[in-house]
């Protein structure tokens, strides 16, 4: 529920500009991806590793570590050097380096089996070692150069510090014991996607995939855990203090899989209840001992996802143990996947839900057990880690647990990004995240396309060629291919990297237009780019084809059960398809977002649709997100000025019978979208009023309070609802807020605290009285030092963002500009500026207050050119109209040579706003009369509503 509360709160919050960065609540950036942007310093591959023998002595309290490292290692070519890599942290004392010939180079090998003399082990003299500087490199230089086939073991000792403050590479941190007060260090490990390098010299490539022994010195009092079992445990001879556990030889893994625990952490074991299953693993939680009981039902959680994706890879899990660790302090963006030992957020394994938990388990395999060659495989891995995630959570919960609407969510705000004129403002984490989401649609489109079996069966075909070695994202997409044949659900000549690479290598998604001949039924199938802001002048837009699966529903034979294509456009701009049903009867295309991409349709089956959906017989057949695509793509692709606003604004009429909250969803974002670009007009009025007549039965239905045992959806319409109600002016809402308000008035010390919830707040600045906003106004100017600045912030924004009076907006603009009290910032005004664009009364008011001010302005930001340029591009940018393009305009020309540094800004505005005039001259009267027509037609309703 939170999650999806936050997200509304978000979208609700952005529709007033207020845009508050919840990053631990959005879908992180997935780090893992952003490691494709690591450009790292590769080793030749004149010398490989075979295995590590590593020994390994922190000090939790002191804060260091020593350690000895053995790796044996071949000669693949002649060379008298070795390269490894070493991070410049790590101390290398030189005499402690030795390098040993076990067996002879190819040749000598061969004469010594004709000899048959056996080889005896020498040591290679060394010249001199090198840590070269500015590179995590340490080089050993040898005395001769040794032949291809060599082999030796390099044996190297070395110490370093535990990092205190991050939870990266070896690091330490500590807790309190609430019993004894006492402090309690642990050392833990996490080296993705590279920092092994900074606790032992290694080949540090994800590629090198080799055994590794290990061996740990602990305090008496502590545990150790690695990726493999323990061995056995030896006291040290010269300080019987100290234990050294020795662990299990490791199957062949990659350095940045390695992981490492020392602390008195308690476990809690995973008892089975069934001793004929088939999972054998050792299952373990640890934590702090007081945290013990919180994480107790994890292991359960844990067993069943274990069990399902064991049974989805069709392979066992491939160690004989896991340990899950609820690690205190731990600061990762996302959770430690080494093998065998992750470590959790406390928070994370004590948590509902088990999304997260199999979000992680995935990797044990995917990543682990087959491993990316390079990290720019990195984001096909964590795409797939993704959807298998959601395909077991789904079946674990019986469809009960999704993540964020799966896929819903995502989808949508790929749709919108995507779609803009610059997809993810050039910002290398968001493509990468928008990228990754984008191919884990691919793979649900496989799914639906070729059906489950096939693609799962590809996918354990996939892992079970690649285990224990690495991959490249094509071996994917073939194991799926060679699936498919066998399974002939893909004709021969077509390859699924192929499909696949025409989605993924592009920044774009398609849109796909069907247009029907009703007379020889027959459809026209055309595709391009999906250009929703405008200008729509992308270059080169013409080159871009996709591969695209048209699943075809039809209203004459409705059956949503079958998602086989009946035809796959081949990077074809358009075909054709034939045998549609009669001229009254509907078809949709891409049904259930099978496909990431909308699908525009000529206005008669648009037509045929609407009508349909408003039967409520007939809407209930069509399965719910199949409802929402149809209201979503409508309403965005006439917001892009695809499709007339009437023909779109008609699909929404089967609302007043709609109660599932997956489709009202898209409603939302549209009366945010839409109305956000007509508020300067007439016809917002008539908008607001067609939205009470909308949400009000739906809210009143709902009622006020949760009702016992509600879904999370219900529960989430119903405030959706309320919001957006507020907004729309609600009486009910409004008062209830300003009562809540007005208690903040009555109390004695008012600065101390605000008792009011946020979602008061701005209904009140925006309706409330003259008194009301004057004292949140002094709130902001009082507000004691020692309180959370945020609560500052969020009523600063709301006091300029929300209100739809000029005086308020112009007091507040007086006071920050002007009366240079030391109450506000610089950022303050930044931020009051911007959130005046988030509404046509906050930029045409400021517009104006700029006209009017402007020798002032300019002389009191003459040594801000920052900020005279935010208030340029707030002032001038946002307008719409024709009207709005005649201000600034006139602006430009009065005060032509005076903007400065915010000369290309207006510039620029004045030809986004122009495209937007257009936009407007052709919408606005279409919105307009089919409101007028709407409002005819609900004249009842509303008249009785409850509105300011
Ligand atoms: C080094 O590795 C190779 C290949 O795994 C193995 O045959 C050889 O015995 C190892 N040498 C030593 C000294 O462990
Ligand atoms: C960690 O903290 C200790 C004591 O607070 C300090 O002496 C040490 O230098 C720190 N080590 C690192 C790697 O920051
Ligand atoms: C498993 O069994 C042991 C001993 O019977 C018990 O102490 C422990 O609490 C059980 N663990 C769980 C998670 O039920
Ligand atoms: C663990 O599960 C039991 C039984 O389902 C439940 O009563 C208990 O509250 C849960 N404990 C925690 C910490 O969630
Ligand atoms: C996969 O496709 C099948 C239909 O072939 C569908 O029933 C199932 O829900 C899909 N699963 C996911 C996770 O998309």
Same mark, same amino acid.
């Given at each position: 529920?939170?999650?999806?509360?936050?997200?509304?709160?978000?979208?609700?919050?952005?529709?007033?500009?207020?845009?508050?960065?919840?990053?631990?609540?959005?879908?992180?950036?997935?780090?893992?991806?952003?490691?494709?942007?690591?450009?790292?310093?590769?080793?030749?591959?004149?010398?490989?590793?075979?295995?590590?023998?590593?020994?390994?002595?922190?000090?939790?309290?002191?804060?260091?570590?020593?350690?000895?490292?053995?790796?044996?290692?071949?000669?693949?070519?002649?060379?008298?050097?070795?390269?490894?890599?070493?991070?410049?942290?790590?101390?290398?004392?030189?005499?402690?380096?030795?390098?040993?010939?076990?067996?002879?180079?190819?040749?000598?090998?061969?004469?010594?089996?004709?000899?048959?003399?056996?080889?005896?082990?020498?040591?290679?003299?060394?010249?001199?070692?090198?840590?070269?500087?500015?590179?995590?490199?340490?080089?050993?230089?040898?005395?001769?150069?040794?032949?291809?086939?060599?082999?030796?073991?390099?044996?190297?000792?070395?110490?370093?510090?535990?990092?205190?403050?991050?939870?990266?590479?070896?690091?330490?941190?500590?807790?309190?014991?609430?019993?004894?007060?006492?402090?309690?260090?642990?050392?833990?490990?996490?080296?993705?996607?590279?920092?092994?390098?900074?606790?032992?010299?290694?080949?540090?490539?994800?590629?090198?995939?080799?055994?590794?022994?290990?061996?740990?010195?602990?305090?008496?009092?502590?545990?150790?855990?690695?990726?493999?079992?323990?061995?056995?445990?030896?006291?040290?001879?010269?300080?019987?203090?100290?234990?050294?556990?020795?662990?299990? #030889?490791?199957?062949?893994?990659?350095?940045?899989?390695?992981?490492?625990?020392?602390?008195?952490?308690?476990?809690?074991?995973?008892?089975?209840?069934?001793?004929?299953?088939?999972?054998?693993?050792?299952?373990?939680?640890?934590?702090?001992?007081?945290?013990?009981?919180?994480?107790?039902?994890?292991?359960?959680?844990?067993?069943?996802?274990?069990?399902?994706?064991?049974?989805?890879?069709?392979?066992?899990?491939?160690?004989?143990?896991?340990?899950?660790?609820?690690?205190?302090?731990?600061?990762?963006?996302?959770?430690?996947?080494?093998?065998?030992? &992750?470590?959790?957020?406390? =928070?994370?394994?004590?948590?509902?839900?088990?999304?997260?938990?199999?979000?992680?388990?995935?990797?044990?395999?995917?990543?682990?057990?087959?491993?990316?060659?390079?990290? =720019?495989?990195?984001?096909?891995?964590?795409?797939?880690?993704?959807?298998?995630?959601?395909?077991?959570?789904?079946?674990?919960?019986?469809?009960?647990?999704?993540?964020?609407?799966?896929?819903?969510?995502?989808?949508?705000?790929?749709?919108?990004?995507?779609?803009?004129?610059?997809?993810?403002?050039?910002?290398?984490?968001?493509?990468?995240?928008?990228?990754?989401?984008?191919?884990?649609?691919?793979?649900?489109?496989?799914?639906?396309?070729?059906?489950?079996?096939?693609?799962?069966?590809?996918?354990?075909?996939?892992?079970?060629?690649?285990?224990?070695?690495?991959?490249?994202?094509?071996?994917?997409?073939?194991? &799926?291919?060679?699936?498919?044949?066998?399974?002939?659900?893909?004709?021969?000549?077509?390859?699924?990297?192929?499909?696949?690479?025409?989605?993924?290598?592009?920044?774009?998604?398609?849109?796909?237009?069907?247009?029907?001949?009703?007379?020889?039924?027959?459809?026209?199938?055309?595709?391009?780019?999906?250009?929703?802001?405008?200008?729509?002048?992308?270059?080169?837009?013409?080159?871009?084809?996709?591969?695209?699966?048209?699943?075809?529903?039809?209203?004459?034979?409705?059956?949503?059960?079958?998602?086989?294509?009946?035809?796959?456009?081949?990077?074809?701009?358009?075909? @054709?398809?034939?045998?549609?049903?009669?001229?009254?009867?509907?078809?949709?295309?891409?049904?259930?977002?099978?496909?990431?991409?909308?699908?525009?349709?000529?206005?008669?089956?648009?037509?045929?649709?609407?009508?349909?959906?408003?039967?409520?017989?007939?809407?209930?057949?069509?399965?719910?997100?199949?409802?929402?695509?149809?209201?979503?793509?409508?309403? *965005?692709?006439?917001?892009?000025?695809?499709? *007339?606003?009437?023909?779109?604004?008609?699909?929404?009429?089967?609302?007043?019978?709609?109660?599932?909250?997956?489709?009202?969803?898209?409603?939302?974002?549209?009366?945010?979208?839409?109305?956000?670009?007509?508020?300067?007009?007439?016809?917002?009025?008539?908008?607001?009023?067609?939205?009470?007549?909308?949400?009000?039965?739906?809210?009143? #239905?709902?009622?006020?309070?949760?009702?016992?045992?509600?879904?999370?959806?219900?529960?989430?319409?119903?405030?959706?609802?309320?919001?957006?109600?507020?907004?729309?002016?609600?009486?009910?809402?409004?008062?209830?807020?300003?009562?809540?308000?007005?208690?903040?008035?009555?109390?004695?010390?008012?600065?101390?605290?605000?008792?009011?919830?946020?979602?008061?707040?701005?209904?009140?600045?925006?309706?409330?009285?003259?008194?009301?906003?004057?004292?949140?106004?002094?709130?902001?100017?009082?507000?004691?030092?020692?309180?959370?600045?945020?609560?500052?912030?969020?009523?600063?924004?709301?006091?300029?963002?929300?209100?739809?009076?000029?005086?308020?907006?112009?007091?507040?603009?007086?006071?920050?500009?002007?009366?240079?009290?030391?109450?506000?910032?610089?950022?303050?005004?930044?931020?009051?500026?911007?959130?005046?664009?988030?509404? =046509?009364?906050?930029?045409?008011?400021?517009?104006?207050?700029?006209?009017?001010?402007?020798?002032?302005?300019?002389?009191?930001?003459?040594?801000?050119?920052?900020?005279?340029?935010?208030?340029?591009?707030?002032?001038?940018?946002?307008?719409?109209?024709?009207?709005?393009?005649?201000?600034?305009?006139?602006?430009?020309?009065?005060? @032509?040579?005076?903007?400065?540094?915010?000369?290309?800004?207006?510039?620029?505005?004045?030809?986004?706003?122009?495209?937007?005039?257009?936009?407007?001259?052709?919408?606005?009267?279409?919105?307009?009369?089919?409101?007028?027509?709407?409002?005819?037609?609900?004249?009842? #309703?509303?008249?009785?509503?409850?509105?300011?």
């Amino acid at each position: 529920m939170a999650i999806r509360i936050l997200i509304l709160t978000v979208l609700v919050l952005q529709s007033l500009q207020i845009i508050e960065v919840q990053c631990s609540h959005k879908r992180s950036i997935d780090l893992i991806a952003a490691h494709s942007l690591i450009s790292d310093t590769r080793l030749p591959r004149e010398v490989t590793p075979n295995s590590y023998i590593l020994d390994l002595h922190p000090y939790p309290e002191e804060g260091s570590f020593t350690g000895r490292i053995k790796i044996n290692i071949t000669w693949q070519e002649t060379t008298d050097r070795v390269t490894l890599h070493a991070h410049e942290d790590l101390v290398i004392n030189h005499s402690e380096v030795s390098v040993t010939q076990y067996a002879p180079d190819d040749e000598t090998s061969f004469r010594e089996k004709e000899s048959s003399t056996p080889h005896t082990p020498v040591e290679i003299k060394i010249l001199r070692n090198e840590m070269v500087p500015k590179k995590p490199l340490f080089i050993i230089y040898l005395e001769k150069s040794l032949n291809r086939g060599t082999q030796c073991e390099i044996e190297i000792s070395f110490s370093g510090k535990l990092y205190n403050d991050t939870s990266e590479g070896l690091f330490r941190s500590n807790y309190v014991n609430p019993s004894t007060g006492e402090r309690k260090w642990f050392v833990a490990s996490h080296f993705r996607p590279n920092l092994a390098r900074r606790v032992f010299p290694c080949f540090d490539e994800p590629a090198y995939k080799v055994p590794f022994t290990l061996s740990i010195v602990r305090c008496k009092t502590m545990t150790a855990l690695t990726n493999m079992p323990l061995l056995k445990s030896e006291e040290l001879t010269k300080d019987p203090r100290w234990i050294r556990d020795y662990f299990q #030889e490791s199957p062949p893994m990659s350095t940045f899989t390695l992981g490492i625990l020392v602390s008195d952490f308690a476990s809690v074991a995973y008892n089975k209840t069934d001793d004929k299953d088939d999972l054998d693993v050792d299952i373990k939680i640890w934590t702090r001992p007081d945290f013990l009981s919180a994480v107790q039902n994890a292991t359960e959680k844990i067993y069943k996802s274990l069990k399902s994706l064991q049974e989805f890879w069709g392979l066992p899990y491939p160690l004989p143990k896991l340990d899950c660790i609820a690690l205190p302090n731990y600061q990762g963006t996302r959770p430690a996947d080494n093998w065998g030992l &992750i470590l959790f957020k406390e =928070s994370e394994l004590s948590n509902k839900g088990s999304w997260q938990i199999s979000h992680e388990l995935v990797y044990q395999w995917l990543g682990s057990l087959a491993t990316p060659f390079w990290w =720019s495989d990195a984001h096909i891995n964590n795409a797939l880690a993704r959807y298998i995630t959601t395909y077991t959570t789904l079946k674990i919960s019986d469809g009960k647990e999704t993540f964020h609407n799966w896929p819903m969510t995502m989808l949508y705000s790929i749709y919108y990004e995507f779609s803009k004129r610059y997809p993810h403002g050039k910002v290398m984490a968001i493509k990468q995240d928008s990228g990754s989401t984008k191919t884990e649609l691919v793979f649900r489109m496989l799914n639906y396309t070729l059906g489950e079996k096939t693609l799962v069966h590809g996918l354990q075909r996939f892992i079970s060629d690649r285990q224990f070695k690495t991959f490249f994202g094509d071996d994917i997409w073939g194991a &799926i291919t060679e699936q498919a044949r066998f399974d002939s659900t893909l004709e021969d000549t077509i390859t699924v990297n192929e499909i696949a690479a025409s989605w993924i290598t592009k920044d774009r998604l398609p849109v796909l237009n069907v247009t029907r001949n009703y007379g020889d039924k027959t459809s026209t199938l055309s595709q391009r780019v999906y250009l929703r802001e405008r200008p729509h002048d992308v270059p080169d837009q013409d080159k871009l084809l996709w591969w695209i699966p048209v699943v075809l529903i039809r209203e004459d034979k409705l059956n949503f059960t079958n998602s086989t294509p009946v035809a796959w456009m081949k990077r074809q701009r358009e075909i @054709q398809i034939t045998g549609l049903p009669d001229a009254d009867k509907f078809i949709i295309v891409n049904p259930e977002e099978i496909g990431p991409f909308p699908v525009n349709y000529d206005t008669n089956n648009w037509n045929l649709l609407a009508e349909y959906l408003q039967n409520n017989d007939g809407r209930l057949k069509i399965p719910v997100n199949t409802r929402a695509k149809l209201l979503h793509d409508a309403w *965005n692709l006439a917001y892009a000025g695809d499709l *007339n606003f009437a023909t779109a604004l008609n699909m929404t009429l089967f609302l007043r019978y709609e109660r599932e909250h997956l489709a009202w969803d898209p409603v939302f974002t549209m009366i945010d979208h839409i109305g956000r670009h007509i508020d300067s007009s007439n016809v917002h009025k008539k908008f607001l009023t067609y939205v009470r007549i909308l949400l009000t039965p739906l809210y009143e #239905e709902l009622g006020e309070e949760p009702q016992e045992g509600e879904s999370e959806g219900r529960a989430n319409l119903r405030s959706s609802s309320k919001v957006f109600l507020c907004q729309a002016g609600y009486k009910p809402c409004i008062e209830e807020a300003q009562a809540a308000f007005d208690k903040w008035m009555d109390t004695e010390n008012p600065d101390e605290g605000n008792p009011v919830s946020n979602q008061y707040i701005c209904p009140v600045f925006k309706w409330g009285s003259q008194e009301e906003w004057e004292f949140g106004l002094q709130r902001v100017i009082n507000f004691p030092a020692s309180r959370k600045q945020n609560e500052r912030t969020y009523l600063l924004k709301t006091l300029a963002g929300c209100p739809v009076d000029s005086w308020k907006i112009e007091k507040i603009l007086n006071i920050t500009i002007f009366e240079q009290n030391g109450n506000f910032t610089d950022n303050d005004i930044y931020l009051i500026f911007s959130m005046l664009t988030g509404g =046509s009364s906050g930029y045409t008011t400021l517009f104006n207050y700029l006209r009017k001010n402007w020798d002032a302005i300019k002389k009191a930001f003459e040594n801000k050119p920052q900020l005279w340029n935010s208030l340029i591009t707030s002032s001038t940018s946002v307008f719409k109209t024709q009207e709005g393009l005649d201000m600034v305009q006139s602006l430009y020309l009065e005060k @032509q040579g005076q903007f400065g540094t915010a000369e290309f800004v207006i510039e620029k505005a004045l030809k986004n706003i122009k495209e937007e005039a257009k936009w407007s001259n052709d919408n606005l009267p279409v919105i307009e009369a089919w409101l007028d027509n709407y409002l005819q037609k609900n004249k009842a #309703e509303n008249e009785k509503s409850k509105f300011l």
